[in-house]
């Protein structure tokens, strides 16, 4: 929690320098609406409201108008650690029969937006999801016979779970959003997930490979947006709270995560994004006892529902695409890469690497 007092002081200065700073007259702005979205019909609304691919609730959209999205995240995940420092392979080794090497976790991810009055927006967000995990096992004696050092590849797919979000912005102002945001996630993703154990090749995959959590949880978020001629400046504060166990008979932790980010428009059509992100991830509560076996226990750290949860703090830098011109005036295109400066993992658990978000979306009337 340490982490996560840093991180809201730090939002708060940053909310405080963009109250405070030098203000740029309305009469020297772009000519905007209230509720100006990110991409909607006039393309003059979008200049300087662009926003990190990663954020999604940053905007809403005027009466009537559409947006649909398109994002692709690839979070790379090799090695591990327990706390804030590395777990070697042999120290693994001690525990347990099988280390894990690299893990990527891939998603697709679909949006609907849709402006239900000037300042009331509804957005839906479903996906599915591609995990896939190698783990080494050292050359050992079995039965007394010798058996030589191999890896096991594993991989799972379905369905991600489905959100669905009331977003408000509160501010009258053009250069100022704050939106408050509240969604509920249902559980379309799956819980049971098949593939390759140690016991075999259709047994139950760890927790971090299934695709949903199977809880409802309950989103609230609220997000501020301070705009200047070619800048942008905002934060957002957003938690993920679980409200029952799944039906495999654990629940995932509860989320909270704070994101800093500043947005500069360099050229009429490309603009420029920096983000820091804190996530305070609970551990998990219960087990699945078709996971946490015995056997799988012991020759899997990722099988232990209590390495679960973790604090990190990425930094992100990334690129918005916006031209201008007829047919591209509604679509916007964003690319984000990030890497983790800080992690503290209950553990042994696979540290994070990278992190890829590639975005385009399309408004429409
Ligand atoms: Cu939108």
Known sequence: MNLYRKIILLSSICLSVQCYGQVVPDT??????ATAAACCNNGSCCTGTETPAGIMTDHIHSKGEWMVSYTYMNMLMNGNQTGTS???DAEIYNTY??????????????????????????????????CSMDMDMPA????GAPMPASTMYCTTSALADT??????????????????????????????????????????????MQSGTGSVSVMPGVTYVRRYEKLALGTEALADIKLNDNKAGYRFGN?????????????????GTLRAEGVQTDKISGTDKEISTPINEMSDPTMVSSHY?????????????????????RLRVQLEFGMPVYQNLNGPQMSQQANILAGIMYGFK
């Open 28 to 33: 020297q702005l772009p000519k905007i609406p």
């Open 140 to 143: 050992m004696i079995m039965n």
């Open 255 to 271: 989320e909270y995560r704070e994101n800093v980010w500043a947005e500069y428009r360099f050229l009429n059509f490309l603009g």
């Open 86 to 88: 590395k777990t070697s």
């Open 309 to 329: 949860g973790a604090a990190r703090c990425n930094i992100y830098a990334g690129l918005s695409f916006h031209l201008k011109k007829k047919f591209t005036e």
């Open 163 to 208: 959100r669905i979000y009331g977003l408000y912005n509160f501010s009258r102002r053009a250069r100022y959003k704050l939106i408050g945001s509240l969604a509920v996630s249902l559980p379309t993703g799956s819980v049971t997930c098949k593939g390759t154990t140690m016991l075999g090749t259709n047994e139950r995959m760890a927790y971090c």
């Open 97 to 130: 029969m099988m280390a894990p090497q690299t893990m990527t976790m891939q998603m697709h991810m679909l949006m609907l937006m849709y402006g239900i009055t000037d300042r009331l927006t509804i957005m839906v967000m479903g996906g599915y999801n591609y």
